[in-house]
């Protein structure tokens, strides 16, 4: 009786997910209630976890929870530390939610809200949660390693070498555009780049606190830091009203990327409990928060979706960045659906504190789904503020034509009624200067965010309260990826650097510490700089950019995992990892292609590069000009020149392991698996682990 009930709780929660869907995809005319979406994302999610996880972890992993894990055998209280699945599901996903799942559906919802929002739910099911728990349980088997060294043990020596390169050149990029994201949050915004600065020393407080003051007393730190942070959140608003304060705090954006670049320097080279671990656990703590709390809000307050399910710019003629639907609808979505950075993440971290291997399908596929959900919450968040206004936020000036009557005359004449007094009033409310032309997707995503949660408490007196809580949400969001980013990005620099010379190798090395982070964060604040003084705004081309490194770390990580797989015998299953594969070098190798070589000024870097050179000879640039446009001209060509190693350098991997799955097939070559040695576990089947993964 029990059985049955069950299978008919479960039909009725696949067909409610199931109308739900359908109703996204199909209703048409009316403004679409934004109720469905949380109802359809829950419902997937739940089916998904439910039924093809356990099939994954059933039928193609095998999970064996009698097999000690490598907290088990190497035990040492500071890297292998064995961590209760639950504190270390919080890790986990503190650690692999960054920028992408927040800016990357609010930027596609310029095509609508149909397309990105199918993606993130179908990619993450059968793609991005694949991906993880698959790389997740390979690490385990093999006493944590990386993706690189997978590579290198599974694939070949030289396509764990081109994997090691690549994954440090995508590092680079993905750091450049979170800061980018920050960078365009606070420009000009003395509120916001208050509250955002005072969460650098009160971090710096909690982590003297549990050092010295009361040690391992996490949670009830946090709360002090919680409190804290939000006492500053409202501090904002006393800073911005005091035109002394608000002149020191109002930055412009070359200003604000000097200090984001000085920030990562000092979070590499800090001891890691000083800066890094506080700030974990200030931002898991908003992060959790926030996001739950927008979808309670969104069931409590019902907005309507006021974008169109299709835009017109699905033809690749969009504002905030150019291209057609396809492929950078998917590009642009990366995070939300699948990511390839989670796999430095899913490898040689977290394997490394994991209990039982059954564990993995929780932590691995599990977080992926919140992760997705948060990107589900985003398209509403933009999608449920009129049109008009999103695109005012998002399109760069050299778009729209400036700001006030001519942008709104712009914009209205593509079809989204926008009056300039309507943007007025609105940076008004939020306490901003203005709000015209902040591209970058974080401050019209914290509108959106605000919105939604003035509608549950205080109306539109507390609106400017909740944008800057949503701006410093978003914010830590992204720096808690940029600092630890660039400490992981720090320990390959000395990898590679090792190679060469040895001491250099060594991780507690402070001269090597000190060169090290300088490397790296010169490598992607280069980047930065580009974007900040980008007429076009620098996500039109920094953010594809971005997108098309992270799908081509996820291909890596999925040809590493098919590898794997072959090589386990799993022939017969071998689709689920292959096809996601397959998918992902299909629609990143088309967008490298068109972002190397269209025509268009605003797709292609060579076009726009030749466009420019035009300009300068035809004499139309300003004498006082010509410097920085040649330096643009010189970026994008790079850009170009990046875009294209990139992927040759997979296009190669993914030679080397097709001739390695030819000779596996064809019985040319042994099939050598480099799994540890099973080794039973000596715990006991309700062993929890320890309370803090971290002490």
């Not at 509250?195 to 002090?224: D, N």
């Not at 609808?329 to 430095?344: K, M, Q, R, V, Y």
């Not at 008009?388 to 729209?400: D, E, H, L, R």
């Not at 990892?577 to 992902?584: C, E, G, K, N, R």
Request: hydrophobic content about 55%.
């Amino acid at each position: 009786m029990k059985r049955i009930f069950g299978i008919a709780a479960w039909i009725v929660v696949a067909v409610l997910g199931a109308g739900a869907l359908g109703s996204i995809a199909l209703h048409r005319g009316e403004p679409l209630n934004a109720t469905w979406f949380v109802v359809a994302a829950v419902c997937c999610y739940l089916v998904a976890y439910r039924l093809y996880s356990a099939f994954v972890a059933a039928k193609i992993l095998a999970l064996d929870d009698t097999r000690a894990t490598p907290c088990e055998l190497h035990d040492d209280g500071r890297d292998f530390v064995p961590t209760n699945k639950w504190v270390l599901f919080g890790h986990h996903f503190a650690a692999i939610a960054g920028p992408g799942p927040l800016v990357g559906p609010t930027l596609a919802a310029q095509f609508g809200y149909l397309p990105g929002t199918l993606w993130l739910i179908a990619g993450a099911a059968f793609a991005g949660c694949v991906q993880d728990f698959v790389i997740l349980f390979c690490s385990i088997r093999r006493d944590g390693k990386s993706v690189g060294q997978m590579a290198r043990e599974e694939v070949s020596e030289r396509g764990g070498f081109i994997a090691q390169l690549a994954v440090l050149a995508i590092m680079t990029i993905l750091l450049a555009v979170i800061g980018l994201v920050v960078v365009n949050a606070l420009k000009s915004s003395p509120w916001a780049t208050f509250t955002l600065a005072m969460t650098i020393p009160i971090a710096l407080l909690l982590g003297v606190y549990l050092r010295f003051v009361r040690p391992g007393r996490v949670l009830e730190a946090s709360i002090m830091g919680v409190a804290l942070v939000l006492f500053v959140v409202v501090a904002g608003q006393w800073v911005a009203d005091s035109p002394s304060w608000s002149r020191v705090f109002t930055l412009g954006g070359v200003t604000l990327a000097f200090a984001i670049i000085a920030y990562g320097f000092t979070a590499s080279a800090l001891p890691v409990w000083l800066l890094l671990a506080p700030r974990d656990y200030l931002s898991a703590f908003i992060k959790a928060g926030a996001i739950f709390s927008l979808a309670a809000g969104i069931l409590f307050v019902r907005p309507q979706v006021l974008m169109p399910p299709l835009t017109r710019f699905v033809d690749g003629t969009g504002p905030v960045f150019a291209g057609k639907i396809f492929p950078f609808c998917f590009i642009t979505i990366a995070c939300g659906a699948i990511s390839g950075f989670h796999s430095l993440i899913s490898s040689g971290t977290t394997p490394k504190m994991i209990l039982r291997e059954s564990h993995a399908r929780f932590i691995g596929y599990g977080a992926m789904l919140l992760e997705s959900f948060v990107g589900v919450m985003a398209m509403v968040a933009a999608c449920a503020m009129p049109p008009g206004v999103y695109f005012a936020i998002n399109s760069p000036p050299s778009i729209v034509g400036g700001a006030g009557a001519s942008a709104a005359a712009t914009i209205s004449g593509w079809g989204y009624p926008l009056q300039a007094q309507t943007m007025t009033d609105l940076a008004h409310k939020v306490g901003e200067i203005t709000l015209w032309n902040r591209a970058g997707g974080a401050p019209s995503l914290a509108v959106g965010m605000a919105q939604i949660f003035s509608s549950t408490i205080g109306g539109e007196r507390l609106l400017s309260i909740w944008y800057h809580f949503a701006i410093m949400f978003e914010a830590l969001f992204i720096l808690t990826v940029l600092d630890a980013g660039t400490r992981v990005g720090r320990f390959m620099v000395q990898d590679l650097g090792g190679r060469v010379w040895k001491p250099f190798g060594r991780t507690g090395w402070m001269p090597g510490i000190l060169v090290s982070s300088a490397v790296i964060v010169a490598l992607w604040g280069y980047f930065l700089y580009q974007g900040v003084v980008d007429p076009l705004g620098g996500i039109n081309s920094l953010w594809p950019l971005f997108g098309i490194s992270n799908q081509l770390l996820a291909a890596v990580a999925l040809v590493v995992a098919t590898t794997i797989l072959m090589k386990m015998g799993r022939l017969r299953w071998i689709w689920v990892t292959l096809l996601p594969m397959a998918w992902l070098v299909t629609i990143t190798m088309t967008a490298s292609y068109q972002k190397i070589f269209d025509g268009d000024p605003r797709i292609g870097f060579l076009a726009y590069a030749k466009a420019l050179a035009a300009q300068i000879a035809a004499g139309k640039i300003p004498v006082e000009k010509i410097a920085e446009t040649q330096r643009l001209i010189f970026n994008q060509r790079l850009d170009a020149a990046v875009t294209a190693v990139l992927a040759i350098m997979i296009l190669v991997l993914i030679v080397e392991a097709a001739v390695d799955w030819y000779s596996i097939l064809s019985r040319r070559k042994e099939s050598m698996l480099h799994e540890s040695p099973y080794i039973a576990t000596r715990w006991a089947a309700n062993f929890s682990g320890v309370a803090h993964g971290d002490d």
